[in-house]
């Protein structure tokens, strides 16, 4: 029973660190603290891009709208699976430094490929899913073994419940 645990909180530590690569998207971009994921809300296929500050070649904190402009253009230039829309949010901008803020601007696939072409059909990883992937598929699951396991202890007689009175 030990190796099972053992081994479900190894898949869950290994597969939770499968997320969406953002690194071409962060320091490289002058974008910090780069989260990005696809999901499929009503049917609608999603890239969410979020940054907490962009910053120009100088330093200098970029207003709200350059920024969500880097950070759509990061995304639409990156490979991520299929997606129509871009929300590219970012938390510090030059309106609200040294304060956070959240600023949030939605792009639709026909509004970035006028802006920045199209999209290469190669940088597309493949459909979002619906419903949640990687490794919280296995949490329902875990809990009823470890509800299960517990019950059995408890009924063998090898651990007490504490908080339960005898009649």
């Known amino acids: 029973m030990r ?8 898949g869950f530590l290994v597969g939770g660190c499968t997320a969406v690569p953002a690194s071409e998207l962060d320091e490289g ?13 009503s049917d609608v296929s999603i890239a969410m891009v979020s940054a907490d500050s962009c910053v120009d070649e100088t330093g200098s904190v970029l207003p709200a709208a350059d920024a ?27 309106e609200t430094y040294p304060f956070g803020r959240r600023s949030v601007r ?8 006028s802006r920045w072409g199209g999209r290469p059909a190669r940088l597309d990883l493949g459909a979002a899913r ?3 992937t990687g490794p919280w598929v ?11 396991a517990a019950l059995k202890a408890a009924c063998s007689g090898s651990v007490v419940v504490i908080g339960m009175r005898a009649r």
């Open 3 to 10: 190796m099972a645990t053992v081994i479900i909180v190894i």
């Open 29 to 41: 971009g002058g974008c910090h603290d780069v989260n990005v994921e696809v999901d499929i809300v």
């Open 68 to 94: 969500t402009d880097r950070l759509a253009s990061a995304a639409w230039s990156a490979e991520l699976p299929q997606f129509d829309r871009v929300d590219a949010s970012v938390v510090v901008s030059a």
């Open 106 to 113: 939605s792009y639709s696939r026909s509004e970035l490929e």
């Open 130 to 132: 619906h419903g949640p």
């Open 138 to 148: 296995l949490l329902p699951l875990a809990g009823v073994l470890v509800l299960g």
